[in-house]
């Protein structure tokens, strides 16, 4: 099992601070929000996208796929009575040669191993696509 820790600090009421290893992030905590810095969805969003980056990261070897570049666009519905998330769409955009049915076989591996995505599917519909730059 891995472990995980995070630790934040409010910095006064316009935003606070989330450390992890060496890292350090400013985010938005004001409730009128700020432009500089994410909001809590917006940081679920940002995990979730890093998520299958990293995902890709680790397969990529393992299926020998060639890849000169990926990005991940998300949107998400929010409701405000009681406030959640309630669906997450994704599209995952690659720069590569590789033939179409390998760009599938990706985007199910990227599906399958990834722990944010697994742990969000779980509890809120999570629909995305593949496709080529």
């Known amino acids: 099992m891995l472990e995980y820790n995070v630790q934040a600090r409010r910095i006064d009421a316009h935003g606070s601070e989330v450390a992890a290893k060496q890292a350090r ?26 998520c299958i980056i990293k995902g890709a990261e680790r397969v990529l ?9 990926l990005e991940v666009k998300l949107h998400a519905i929010r409701q405000n009575s009681p406030p959640k998330i309630v669906s997450v769409d994704y599209i995952i955009v690659v720069d590569t040669d590789e033939p179409d049915h390998r760009i599938e076989l990706l985007h199910t591996n990227i599906r399958k191993y990834g722990s944010i995505s697994n742990t969000l599917a779980a509890v809120v519909p999570v629909n995305g696509t593949i496709r080529r730059k």
């Open 25 to 50: 992030l400013l985010v938005d905590t004001d409730p009128q929000g700020r432009a500089d810095a994410f909001n809590p969805a917006e940081m679920l969003l940002g995990a979730l996208a890093a």
């Open 61 to 69: 070897p393992t299926l020998g796929f060639s890849l000169r570049g």
